[in-house]
T-cell receptor, first 113, second 110 residues
């Protein structure tokens, strides 16, 4: 158990809908990272927040957005969902900003029908 | 984005050493990582190496970095059946962006 929690575990929705994925980092970790893992794209870094501020942006679509709240939990919002958005979404956390150790949550499996 | 390449599959016999290779294109990498993913689970950080190092050893794991050739390898000594998993290499650039390889599926044959 990494100490990072993600909810929900599974999510099934329809095209065009909007969903919110939630992540609680390990106690004391200030950074949160979001990743998408799919069969065709592999593991893609989406975005990182550090202490409430966006720190790095990867291959995140404009339809997706994220934020980190004062209590350090983070949410990833996916809107206008398409079939290709079906994937495993992982959250990871780390103590600091440029630290080298990320701890991954168990992931949320999103299925778009 | 940057390219991080790995071979897809590797099979070894229990007790042998496994060597998983990774090549990358980004010359501004700061850290390079190896992660392990077991079925149905998230990624587990195994080890990492700072880009100005050549080698790092951590128990059964040895990481070798050839920065000139942009080649990273992970050697697992005395491979066990519990080592069967997908192994991802990843690199972090100076902009704090992470790039992952496609993953190498390691199968350990008893």
């Amino acid at each position: 158990d990494s100490g990072v929690t993600q909810t929900p575990k599974h999510l099934i929705t329809a095209t065009g809908q909007r969903v919110t994925l939630r992540c609680s980092p390990r106690s004391g970790d200030l950074s949160v990272y979001w990743y998408q893992q799919s069969l065709d794209q592999g593991l893609q870094f989406l975005i990182q927040y550090y202490n409430g501020e966006e720190r790095a942006k990867g291959n995140i679509l404009e339809r997706f957005s994220a934020q980190q709240f004062p209590d350090l939990h983070s949410e990833l919002n996916l809107s206008s969902l398409e079939l290709g958005d079906s994937a495993l979404y992982f959250c990871a956390s780390s103590v600091g900003d440029h630290t080298d150790t990320q701890y991954f949550g168990p992931g949320t499996r999103l299925t778009v029908l | 984005g940057e390219d991080v390449e790995q071979s897809l599959f590797l099979s070894v016999r229990e007790g042998d050493s496994s060597v998983i290779n990774c090549t990358y294109t980004d010359s501004s990498s700061t850290y390079l990582y190896w992660y392990k993913q077991e079925p149905g689970a998230g990624l587990q950080l195994l080890t990492y190496i700072f880009s100005n190092m050549d080698m790092k050893q951590d128990q059964r794991l040895t990481v070798l970095l050839n920065k000139k050739d942009k080649h990273l390898s992970l050697r697992i000594a005395d491979t066990q059946t519990g080592d069967s998993a997908i192994y991802f290499c990843a690199e972090k650039d100076t902009g704090n962006q992470f790039y992952f390889g496609t993953g190498t599926s390691l199968t350990v044959i008893p």
